[in-house]
C-alpha cells in the first residue's frame, strides 16, 4: 500500500472519530447510545493508530528510517483504549473517563494540530 492509500485510509477513520468523540465528550454518559457510539469510536482510534504504524515519519528524526515522534500517540491509542474500554467494564469510570479524555485530546487534538504542521502531507493538502 504506497503512503497516500494510507493517508486516505487514515483520515477515512480519524475524521469520524474525531465527530462521534466529540460527540460523545459534550453528551450524556453511559446510555446505550454512549455504549455503541464508544465501542465504534474504539475501533476507529485503533484502526487510525495501526494504520500510522505503516505511515512513515516525513518531518524531524526517524527511528529505523520509518518512526518518528508522532508514532508516540499512535502507542499511546494502542495501549489507552483497551485499558480504558477494560476500566469501564470493571466498573472504573474514572479510569475509563481519564483513557478516554487522553485519546481524545492526545490521539486526536495533539496529534492532528502536528498533522498540519509544515511539511506534513495535511499542511501540504489544505495550507500550502
Not at 455503541?36 to 495501526?50: D, E, H, Q, R, S
Not at 502536528?114 to 511539511?119: C, D, K, L, M, V
Request: charged share 10%; aromatic share 14%.
Amino acid at each position: 500500500m504506497t503512503y497516500l492509500q494510507l493517508a486516505y485510509l487514515h483520515l477515512a477513520t480519524v475524521v469520524p472519530a474525531f465527530f462521534i468523540g466529540t460527540f460523545l465528550l459534550v453528551n450524556r454518559k453511559g446510555t446505550p447510545s454512549h455504549r455503541l457510539l464508544g465501542k465504534f469510536y474504539m475501533v476507529l482510534m485503533l484502526v487510525t493508530a495501526v494504520i500510522t504504524l505503516f505511515m512513515p515519519a516525513m518531518v524531524g528524526p526517524s527511528l529505523l528510517g520509518h518512526f518518528g515522534f508522532i508514532h508516540l500517540f499512535s502507542v499511546l491509542v494502542l495501549y489507552e483504549v483497551p485499558v480504558a474500554y477494560i476500566s469501564a467494564r470493571n466498573g472504573n469510570l474514572k479510569r475509563h473517563r481519564g483513557n478516554m479524555i487522553g485519546v481524545y485530546v492526545g490521539g486526536l487534538l495533539v496529534a492532528g494540530a502536528f498533522a498540519f504542521t509544515p511539511g506534513r502531507l495535511l499542511h501540504t493538502w489544505l495550507i500550502a
